[in-house]
């Protein structure tokens, strides 16, 4: 009885500290540790049982607690975390498997001193170590990693141990085991272990596809084998044998074909992305273009976020570090703060306080509950709150929260689009991290596109240019087109005439030609933007000053011109033949210089 109690009290701590390490720590994913946990009860109730001689039972809980733990080992070691060549591993485990069955029946089965030891037990320990050391070698210094080891180690000693020298001193390696494994879920490296990897994806060669193949085969060979020679003795770990290797080989051909899919879906995804972006004529095609990409090659859920930041203005404005030294196709920003993803979905069924209506309580329904309504059972208040806490769980153990920036650089085009900008996706990071290539050659898809845009724009422009310097060289219009920035794109001829000036600066702006006194008035118009009216003074080279009335137009958004036209007018010339000065009501928008001159006109007489 007093045994019974140990093993209960040891699986009862071991499992709460499973528990303990995962609401303490929230690793990426929580499957493997609640596995693990279903693992140490199973052996707990199997220890209970064979402490009262129910050896049957005991059996049946022992080989529920291998299965368990072999599907928290697969766990550990899918999606990329920490081992980022799981096929290798089973290809190895599988040969293992099959190696130590042959070792057994035909080297160790006819040993009368080793006979008493379980086969199976052993295979499976065995199997766990190597899948611990697997864990331990990709996370080196892993506390967490070392103390699973460590356990299995214990498990095996005491399968082996027990059989041949039965007492409580060779039971000590399972009490091992269930103080190991609960420290590993208490130790912080425990996240570690979970944290999401870019997954290595590794050809399919012929010597390791003929190592699987001769692994499945072995358990039925072995079997033929006993069978011709007369009894078959090694049923059971032939059995157990045969399941590993075949679950093995299945896991083996699942996951080939999973990334298969993948990388047909990320193909078709961005071939269809290269369609679109083929034919995008501007900025918001090639955006709509990036999202609809994004969709099919991530999951709906890996997403939150999808940033497209065209030049390096949007990009300032997401208020991202500075990225790193050096021209890099990708970085990673990590998202630490954990209060910037959004809060994860209510359970089905549940009403929110929202809005008055059916299905949804008022605020003073919700603030003021009925005094009249019986309070929940105890027994459902845990249930209710165990299922928040596994929702919880999985909302934040999905997955890192990471931030992956995919900058729109084309070297040889750079001069086209020396804005640069990026595409920005915060999400899992381990989704991110299996279509980072994909991702990166959207971005470079994207790169292309935009380029292309902007030299159509560019030709489109200087065709115009072309076309208004044609249509207007003998005219006596005075006008100008500005780019955004004020600099003078094209000056009429009507204007270098006027300012007797055959050849303008490449980089003058209006500023430039304007009186000192009307560069504050200049400045203001164009910052404002919009359609307007002023009164400026041209300078000329010979120091003289022109006072024009200047027309200003804001067509940034127009595709074509992508900046101001502005139209003058010289205000010495007169309108007509009955109106030689400025309009009364113009008066006050005249320079100052100006308004005291006509005041000394007028006073004069």
């Not at 030891?117 to 065995?126: A, E, F, H, T």
């Not at 032939?238 to 990320?266: H, Q, V």
């Not at 007018?569 to 009955?578: D, F, I, M, S």
């Amino acid at each position: 009885m007093s045994r019974a109690i140990e093993w209960i009290l040891l699986g009862a701590g071991s499992c709460t500290a499973i528990i303990v390490g995962l609401r303490r720590h929230r690793p990426a994913r929580v499957m493997p540790w609640l596995l693990l946990a279903g693992a140490i009860a199973a052996l707990a109730i199997g220890d209970v049982f064979f402490a009262f001689d129910e050896m049957a039972v005991a059996t049946g809980f022992y080989l529920a607690m291998f299965v368990l733990v072999a599907g928290a080992l697969l766990q550990f070691t899918q999606g990329g975390s920490v081992i980022v060549d799981r096929a290798r591993l089973i290809d190895m485990l599988a040969f293992a498997c099959a190696a130590l069955l042959v070792v057994w029946v035909f080297v160790i089965g006819d040993n009368t001193f080793l006979g008493e030891v379980s086969p199976s037990d052993v295979i499976g320990s065995l199997l766990l170590i190597a899948v611990a050391a697997r864990l331990t070698l990709a996370v080196p210094r892993n506390v967490s990693a070392m103390l699973l080891l460590v356990g299995s180690i214990g498990l095996l000693s005491g399968d082996v141990l027990y059989p041949l020298f039965p007492g409580e001193a060779a039971e000590t390696g399972f009490r091992v085991l269930y103080v190991t494994w609960g420290l590993a879920a208490l130790h912080p490296s425990m996240v570690r272990l979970t944290q999401p990897m870019t997954p290595r994806t590794t050809g399919w060669h012929g010597r390791w596809a003929a190592l699987l193949g001769a692994s499945v085969a072995t358990p039925p060979a072995v079997l033929l084998i006993e069978a011709l020679q007369g009894e078959v003795n090694d049923g059971v770990p032939i059995a157990i044998a045969g399941a590993i290797t075949l679950t093995l080989t299945i896991t083996r051909l699942a996951d080939s074909a999973t990334l298969n899919s993948r990388a047909l879906a990320r193909e078709r995804g961005l071939r269809g992305a290269s369609t679109a972006l083929v034919s995008a004529a501007d900025v918001s095609a090639v955006d709509e273009a990036l999202r609809n990409a994004v969709a099919a090659l991530l999951p709906r859920d890996a997403v939150r976020r999808v940033v497209f930041a065209p030049d390096d203005r949007h990009l300032a404005a997401e208020h991202l570090p500075p990225p790193p030294p050096g021209r890099r196709r990708t970085w990673w920003v990590d998202n630490g703060d954990t209060s910037a993803v959004e809060p994860s979905a209510p359970l089905p069924g549940a009403s929110l306080p929202t809005a008055d209506g059916p299905g949804h309580p008022s605020a003073d329904a919700v603030a003021k509950p009925d005094s009249a309504t019986p309070p929940r059972p105890s027994r459902t208040r845990l249930t209710h709150r165990l299922r928040e806490w596994l929702r919880t769980s999985s909302a934040a153990g999905t997955g890192e929260q990471a931030t992956l920036v995919c900058p729109l650089w084309l070297e040889p085009l750079a001069v086209a689009r020396p804005s640069g900008g990026a595409l920005v996706l915060t999400g899992r990071r381990d989704a991110l991290s299996a279509a980072h290539d994909a991702l990166e050659v959207l971005a470079g898809q994207a790169a292309m596109a935009l380029d292309r845009i902007s030299l159509v724009e560019a030709v489109g422009r200087r065709d115009s240019d072309l076309y208004l310097r044609t249509v207007i060289s003998n005219t006596a219009d005075l006008m100008l087109v500005l780019d955004e920035d004020q600099r003078i794109r094209y000056a009429s001829p009507a204007l270098h005439e006027l300012l007797g000036d055959d050849e303008l600066s490449p980089l003058a702006t209006l500023e430039d030609l304007v009186h000192p006194d009307d560069r504050g008035q200049i400045r203001r118009a164009f910052t404002t933007g919009g359609d307007g009216t002023m009164f400026c003074a041209l300078r000329r080279p010979d120091h003289s000053q022109v006072l024009v009335e200047a027309t200003y137009r804001d067509l940034r958004g127009d595709r074509l011109v992508q900046g101001f036209v502005v139209t003058m007018r010289n205000a010495a010339e007169p309108r007509n033949t009955l109106d030689n000065t400025p309009h009364r009501e113009q008066l006050d928008l005249l320079p100052a210089w100006i308004n005291r001159r006509s005041a000394q006109h007028k006073f004069r007489y």
